[in-house]
């Protein structure tokens, strides 16, 4: 009644709207799936949230049922695909969460819808793998689960999601064929192993020295774990129903993998159900079975009589209350395992729901009371109050969602503005810069044309001063025949009394201008600046001589003028020639003069120019001077920062080192290292690499104090050194589990002295001070004291009594010739599966590369035949009376020489066809199959050498020993041919389009391409070098073990 009421008051008339909506009987259909989207999208959002809680189980039943009730989950992923997942580590859980709870048991439409988003969660668990804690790490582990799920249901359909199938629809689903039980066992062991990773990864993630499962972060990542409960229980089961079916089919070696990898799954699983049972959050919610103490003997038929199916129970009270009014949304049969089936409490609300509730068993039917029956208003009433509390929790949701993403975009709208901001102050800088590079430019290029032009006008009054000084040559001629002239008419002439008067106002007028041309020339001197200048002033200088011995013959010409009386009418005449002879020279002085004066304002406009840009050129000297000391001190700001940067990184190096060493040192203490376990060996090879990369590191250490740009090579070596002491650490830990109790107790204690020493290294190296200091001696002598200790533990072998040696000759060759007989069989065995398998160009190839191995095979057997005849050929001739055993012990070096060789001959051939092998089924590479075929070339020339160090010439078995070999060289070289061959038909080759690129992006790739040519070259020379460095030392080590070059007893 009271839920009546509160529905009225929300709902203040509703009735007409509701009319409204009843009249509209088209759009009902429409209407309830808007109902039932919006019902779904509410649901999902309160499942799926970022609150660290556990999944509330009635949304994710809302989910489940909305599932069949759409028969798929396309509301489902519409919902979900709004959803920020890859921001939000505990978002993603929980999706997976739910989403695991739909493929199990949602509609058998789901993992078919869900397939179309496997890409997106593909991408998904790879970009949390990148965490290496927290959720996020989780979520990869959890997504590939997923998709492995989803995989395996779309391979098998007959497994229902929740995988509870009977004995006879398990065999259905192989077909009662053994090579789909093969690989559906393969499958399974696959779907096992991602459950057995999301168990290992949430306990790990859990401290569990504390109660975590009554917390709500701890609960929140246990919960999806009820479902790996429920999927590994089945999977179990199943697999080991499949493995007792195909033991009786299948030989036990062909199945020896499989048991080996369902013994190591069945001790972790037994393991995890232990501590998952042990956690009082699963006690109230589910009951784990436990495991037997012993896994299955597959071996033998009848265990499987003994085999007892886990089967987990799922309390009652489990179920949620809140879910029983969900019930009725349900239009099919809905199959859970979760939550047990209630008969009378669920179909009698569904039905009521459906036709209606008697009037005698529902006390608030008030209609019945009164005889009438429930109208049509009361369920528009109750039908719209749903809507709008639905509504209510979309809009709050919304809301939340919107705010979320507003407060995500301001976020992201302030980085980016800050990022224009920087950008733009980028670019205006640039733009100064640009603008005042161009200005220099310009000024320079001003300057220069400047320059040229004074050069041409340089070049122009040097021209004009050499014509005047030929213009003044001449004249000077002309005057020196004019005086001769002169002279010789006052010699004739007498009568010169007339010209005296003539002479003498010549002579004034001479000596007026000297006088205007000494004046002239003075002030000319005192202008003129240059060198071509100073030689006209000089050839002035000379006219005024001239000038000056003129009128000395002036003078002695005025002595002669009594002697010349008698020829003063024709020195009248002739004197008038001269005048006007006088009057062209001295307008040619005048112009001369004028052309002089244009010359010194042509130089000092010169020169007024030249010290202009004498002084523009010191400006920019000045400029481009502070320009270069702003650029040194950006650079040493640059430099001091780049120092900074380097010391900065050397830090994160070093402290990432002793995280790698911490970790390490805590694994020490975790009970999952408990059953790890390692050989003295290993141990002894880890500790030797540690020792050659303390010599790294201080060579690394010393050139990085010598010279800081050597940072990189220091914090290799750092790193390097911190995986390889971590390493360690953790072999030693695990070797001392192998050891009795006082040499165990010993290894750890100096496993843990070394991890103390490297922690204590790293820390010195960390401070700037002590890191030219820091000791490395007493780390090294942590690990000499590993090694030392790992030496001891190393197994002794045992050595060969001399009279065994002619029994282990036998053994040796025997076994050879066993272990080619095998490779053949072997071979044999996979040209027939590829023969089946295969098709086209692949088989093609295959049946050529086998081919090629099994010539080899035929090969190497014949060859050994030979070895074994030359052999007996040997002992025989040489024993005399002694036994065959003696004629061993007697040639002791060359017995072992031929064990070593018929050793690696057996050796090599195994080798092989595990390559060709792994070739065939597309796993291997050509490049080993072929370094084996000439692995197992030199093995044979080995026996070869080895057989006929003592064998006679003449002897035929040596010929039939020698054609054997070429034989074995030929089908090596067959090997190699068909190899490449099939490799070149096999390989896709790349086609190399560069029609989208630029011509920047092309240079580019070029630049790229020319330094991946230089450091492949560079890595191919070191590996050359290398490989000659380890051939050379195989050969002193052969050499040594076989006795080469020492002369062999009882020969000669």
């Known amino acids: 009644m009271d839920r009546v009421k509160s529905s009225m008051q929300q709902v203040p008339n509703p009735i007409p709207k509701a009319l409204i909506r009843r009249t509209g009987g088209a ?56 959803l920020p997942l890859s921001s939000n580590a505990v ?10 709870k739909l493929l199990r048991d949602g509609h058998p439409n789901v993992i078919k819808d869900s397939m179309r988003n496997k890409a997106d969660l593909s991408d998904m668990s790879r970009m949390w793998g990148h965490l290496s804690e927290g959720y996020g790490k989780l979520c990869s582990i959890y997504l590939k689960l997923l998709i492995t799920k989803m995989e395996f249901h779309v391979k098998n359909p007959r497994f229902p999601g929740n995988l509870q199938m009977s004995n006879r629809q398990l065999d259905e689903a192989g077909e009662n064929d053994v090579n789909n039980f093969f690989q559906l066992t393969v499958e399974m062991f696959d779907y096992l192993e991602c459950e057995l990773n999301l168990f290992l990864g949430v306990f790990s993630s859990l401290d569990m020295s504390r109660s975590v499962s009554v917390t709500a972060a701890g609960q929140c990542r246990l919960a999806p774990l009820i479902q790996v409960i429920l999927d590994s229980s ?45 956690l009082q959050y699963f006690k109230r919610l589910i009951q784990i079975p436990q495991l037997p103490e012993n896994p299955p003997n597959f071996l033998r038929a009848s265990a499987l009589s003994e085999h007892i199916s886990p089967v987990v129970v799922i309390p009652a ?53 009164n005889g009438m029956r429930k109208d049509d208003k009361d369920r528009l009433i109750e039908q719209l109050t749903r809507d709008i509390q639905a509504l209510r929790e979309e809009l709050e949701s919304f809301r939340l969602e919107s705010g979320r993403l507003c407060q995500a975009l301001r976020g992201r709208v302030n980085e980016l503005e800050a990022e224009l901001a920087e950008q733009s102050h980028l670019r205006m800088q640039a733009l100064g810069e640009s603008e005042f590079l161009r200005a220099e430019l310009d000024d320079l290029r001003r300057v220069k044309e400047d320059t040229a032009k004074e050069q041409r006008s340089l070049t122009e009054i040097e021209r004009k001063a050499v014509a005047n000084e030929q213009r003044y040559t001449k004249l000077k001629e002309k005057y020196t025949e004019l005086v001769q002239s002169h002279a010789d008419l006052l010699r004739k002439n007498a009568e010169v009394i007339r010209q005296m008067t003539v002479a003498r106002a010549a002579q004034d007028e001479v000596d007026s201008v000297r006088r205007e041309m000494q004046e002239k020339v003075k002030a000319a001197a005192e202008r003129r600046m240059t060198s071509n200048e100073q030689e006209q002033v000089e050839q002035l200088q000379q006219l005024q001589r001239e000038l000056i011995s003129s009128r000395v013959e002036l003078d002695s010409l005025k002595s002669t003028m009594a002697s010349s009386q008698q020829s003063s009418e024709e020195l009248s005449s002739q004197l ?33 120019s030249l010290a202009s840009e004498r002084e523009s050129g010191v400006k920019t000297a000045e400029a481009l001077q502070n320009q270069l000391n702003e650029k040194e001190s950006r650079e040493q700001a640059l430099e001091s920062q780049l120092v900074a940067a380097r010391w900065s990184t050397l830090q994160g190096a070093v402290e990432e080192a002793e995280r790698i060493v911490q970790d390490s040192l805590a694994q020490l203490d975790d009970p999952a290292h408990i059953s790890c376990t390692s050989s003295a060996d290993y141990l002894a090879s880890r500790c030797q690499a540690s020792l050659d990369c303390m010599d790294r590191l201080h060579s690394a250490r010393d050139s990085y104090l010598a010279d800081n740009t050597g940072v990189s090579e220091l914090v290799r070596a750092v790193t390097h050194l911190a995986h390889l002491v971590g390493d360690t650490i953790v072999q030693g830990s695990a070797t001392s589990h192998m050891v009795p109790v006082e040499q165990a107790d010993a290894l750890s204690d100096s496993v843990k002295a070394c991890g103390a020493e490297a922690l204590a290294l790293l820390g010195q190296m960390k401070a700037q001070e002590s890191l030219a200091t820091a000791d ?73 590369i086998l081919a090629s191995c099994t010539d080899l095979m035929q090969a190497i057997k014949v060859l050994v035949l030979s070895s074994k005849d030359l052999q007996r050929d040997i002992v025989e001739s040489g024993r005399g009376a002694a036994s065959m055993k003696d004629f061993y012990v007697k040639n002791s070096r060359w017995t072992e020489g031929l064990i070593s060789a018929s050793k690696a001959v057996g050796w090599g051939a195994t080798v092989m066809v595990d390559a060709a092998d792994l070739v065939v089924q597309g796993k291997g ?84 391409s020319q330094v991946s040519v230089l450091e492949l070259e560079t890595k191919l020379q070191k590996e050359r070098e290398r490989l000659g460095e380890l051939r050379k030392k195989h050969y002193e080590l052969a050499g040594v073990a076989e006795g080469w070059g020492e002369e062999d007893e009882g020969t000669g």
């Open 776 to 848: 490395i001696a007493t780390l090294r002598a942590a690990l000499d004291g590993i090694l030392a200790t790992a030496e001891k533990l190393r197994p002794q072998g045992l050595e060969l009594q001399q009279g065994e040696l002619g029994d282990l000759v036998e053994q040796e060759m025997a076994a050879t010739s066993a272990a080619v007989e095998s490779a053949a069989a072997r071979i044999e065995d996979m040209l027939n599966k590829s023969r089946a398998v295969d098709t086209g160009i692949k088989m093609e190839v295959n049946e050529r």
């Open 576 to 608: 008038s020639t001269v005048e006007s002879d006088k009057v062209e020279l001295a307008e040619s002085l005048s112009k001369k003069e004028e052309e002089l004066a244009g010359l010194g304002e042509e130089l000092e406009r010169v020169q007024s």
């Open 234 to 278: 089945h999977l179990y089961d199943y697999t080991v129903k499949l493995l007792f079916k195909l033991h009786s089919c299948l030989p036990a070696d062909t199945l020896q993998g499989h048991r080996d990898r369902f013994q190591e799954q069945f001790k972790k699983l037994k393991s995890l159900f232990y501590r998952s049972s042990n």
């Open 925 to 1008: 590479k050509y490049e080993e199959l072929m370094v084996c075929s000439h692995e197992i070339a030199a093995s044979t020339a080995q026996l070869v050498a080895a057989s006929k160090v003592k064998a006679d010439k003449d002897n035929a078995n040596l010929g039939r020993l020698k054609l054997a070999s070429k034989g074995v060289t030929q089908a090596t070289a067959g090997v190699v041919a068909s190899t490449k061959s099939g490799k070149s038909q096999i390989q896709e080759k790349d086609t190399m389009d560069f029609s989208s690129m630029s011509l920047t992006q092309i240079k580019r790739q070029e630049m790229d």
């Open 91 to 100: 978002l993603c859980w929980k999706f997976c969460h739910v989403f695991h």
């Open 27 to 82: 759009n009902s259909l429409e209407l309830e799936k808007e109902n039932f989207e919006r019902g779904q999208a509410v649901s999902i959002n309160k499942a799926i949230n970022t609150q660290e809680v556990v999944v509330k189980e009635k949304h994710a039943r809302t989910c489940i049922l909305g599932t069949h009730h759409e028969k798929g989950a396309h509301t489902f992923w519409a919902a979900v695909n709004r």
């Open 317 to 369: 009270e489990s179920s949620s209350p809140e879910t029983e009014h969900m019930v009725d949304l349900v239009t099919e049969d809905l199959v859970d395992t979760d939550i047990p089936v209630q008969p009378a409490a669920v179909v009698e609300p569904r039905f009521d729901d459906l036709f209606g509730t008697s009037a005698a068993t529902d006390p608030f039917n008030f209609n019945s009371q």
